[in-house]
């Protein structure tokens, strides 16, 4: 069956399908459930940083929110609301969408660290790096004194460590059995200062000025520190990570001789392995309440 067909049969069976807008690509990975309870809208949201694929699941590294925060429900639906008529301009409480908000309330975050001068603290893990204002803002960081982690996977412009320009500006990249693909962007420091988010959105123009992109705050502590952990393990990588030198060399994370070695995607797995196969009939009973609320939903 063809694309085409395949769409045919969505409209035939019920469903809305919107097809975008011209020139500007919908990037964005966002799910909305939307339920009455007693009267009540009630919403549960899915924002991710990779896409609805089973087979890139199977080899990218991702990460996906699911809430039922109802300020988030509310500006999800607006969202779709607002792809439903073609305005690209809506404005949100919580959510990043680019080619509107995204990249200005960035700025805004990296200007609120640079406030904070020696104090602030910016980690960012992407993709890549190209937008030319977000390098530049990122520079002014640095030389505000704002200590800076960056994990680029791929394409990067900005070169790390340069005398009064990027001197406080570290950026690793990480390559391995997996596609490093999450998006995380962290600003400030400890579980009740930091803010997280996490989406679709690399810093590169195409994506913050021509695609419609999300990113989503994250406000529970325990999902914070869960992301700090990750960006810690990412952090201290020594064995799949390479740093670029300020002549934009990569090259490998010095490790002393008595240090363990650090593979952050075999950590991870190692860590998945475990839930998996750590007392499985607590693990069946959690999976199974969460199948069942799900069904129950689409019962009411």
Do not use: W
């Not at 097809?19 to 919403?43: A, M, N, P, W």
């Not at 200590?147 to 500006?169: A, D, E, F, H, M």
């Amino acid at each position: 069956m063809n694309c085409a067909q395949d769409l045919n049969e969505l409209e035939e069976s019920g469903c809305k399908i919107l097809y975008g807008f011209e020139g500007y690509k919908v990037h964005s990975k966002i799910c909305l459930i939307t339920r009455k309870d007693k009267g009540k809208i009630q919403y549960i949201t899915q924002i991710g940083t990779g896409n609805y694929n089973e087979q890139t699941a199977k080899i990218y590294t991702d990460l996906s929110l699911m809430t039922a925060n109802r300020s988030i429900g509310e500006d999800a639906c607006l969202f779709f609301q607002n792809m439903s008529i073609s305005n690209l301009h809506g404005e949100y409480e919580h959510l990043l969408v680019s080619p509107n908000s995204l990249k200005n309330k960035i700025l805004a975050l990296i200007d609120g660290e640079i406030s904070r001068g020696k104090a602030g603290n910016i980690f960012m893990k992407m993709n890549s790096l190209t937008d030319i204002d977000i390098i530049n803002k990122l520079s002014e960081a640095s030389e505000a004194g704002v200590k800076i982690k960056l994990n680029i996977r791929g394409i990067c412009c900005l070169l790390p460590g340069v005398r009064k320009k990027t001197s406080n500006i570290e950026i690793t990249s990480i390559v391995g059995r997996f596609l490093e693909h999450p998006r995380i962007y962290c600003f400030g420091k400890g579980i009740d200062d930091v803010k997280i988010y996490i989406g679709s959105a690399d810093m590169m123009t195409r994506n913050t000025e021509k695609r419609v992109e999300i990113l989503v705050p994250i406000f529970e502590k325990t999902i914070k520190s869960q992301i700090l952990d990750i960006v810690d393990v990412i952090n201290s990588d020594n064995v799949k990570a390479r740093k670029i030198a300020p002549n934009g060399e990569l090259r490998k994370i010095f490790k002393a001789q008595d240090s363990p070695d650090v593979d952050s995607q075999a950590y991870f797995l190692n860590q998945a392995q475990s839930f998996l196969n750590k007392e499985p009939p607590q693990r069946k009973n959690l999976i199974y309440q969460i199948k069942s609320k799900i069904i129950d939903m689409f019962k009411k």
